[in-house]
C-alpha cells in the first residue's frame, strides 16, 4: 500500500500564492509519475499537472504560466507551487502517485485525501 499525504490548502485571495505538498510512503518499489489533479463543485475531476520520473512536466492550459510542479525524489515528495491564483482555481486538490510496489507488480494509480483550495475574489 501507498499512502499519499498533502498539505498546504488554505483560503487565499486572488493573485496570492499557495503551495501544496504530497509525501509518498509506504512499499513504494519506483514511481512513474506525481501529479495534481483538482475537482470544483458540480465538475469533474481534471489534471492540473504531472512529472514524470524522467522530470517532464505537463500543465493544463489554464494554468500555464501561474504553477509550477516540482518533486523531491529523495523524500518522494512532489509539490505545487500556485501563483496568480484565480477565483477559478477554487477547488478540491488531489495529489496522484503511478508507482509500483514491486518489481513484478504493475503500476497503480493511488490518490491523496485532497485539499482544499479556495480563492476569493
Known amino acids: 500500500q501507498v499512502q499519499l499525504v498533502e498539505s498546504g490548502g488554505g483560503l487565499v485571495r486572488a493573485g496570492g500564492s499557495l503551495r501544496l505538498s504530497c509525501a509518498a510512503s509506504?512499499?513504494?518499489?519506483?514511481?512513474?509519475?506525481m501529479g495534481w489533479y483538482r475537482q470544483a463543485p458540480g465538475m469533474q475531476r481534471e489534471l492540473v499537472a504531472v512529472?514524470?520520473?524522467?522530470?517532464?512536466?505537463n500543465y493544463a492550459n489554464s494554468v500555464k504560466g501561474r504553477f509550477t510542479i516540482s518533486r523531491d525524489n529523495a523524500k518522494n515528495t512532489v509539490y505545487l507551487q500556485m501563483n496568480s491564483l484565480e477565483p477559478e482555481d477554487t477547488a478540491v486538490y488531489y495529489c496522484?502517485?503511478?508507482?509500483?510496489?514491486?518489481?513484478?507488480?504493475?503500476?497503480?494509480?493511488?490518490w491523496g485525501q485532497g485539499t482544499q483550495v479556495t480563492v476569493s475574489s
Open positions: 509506504g512499499s513504494i518499489f519506483s514511481i512513474n509519475a
Open positions: 496522484n502517485v503511478d508507482a509500483k510496489i514491486g518489481y513484478y507488480i504493475s503500476i497503480h494509480r493511488y
Open positions: 512529472i514524470t520520473s524522467g522530470g517532464s512536466t
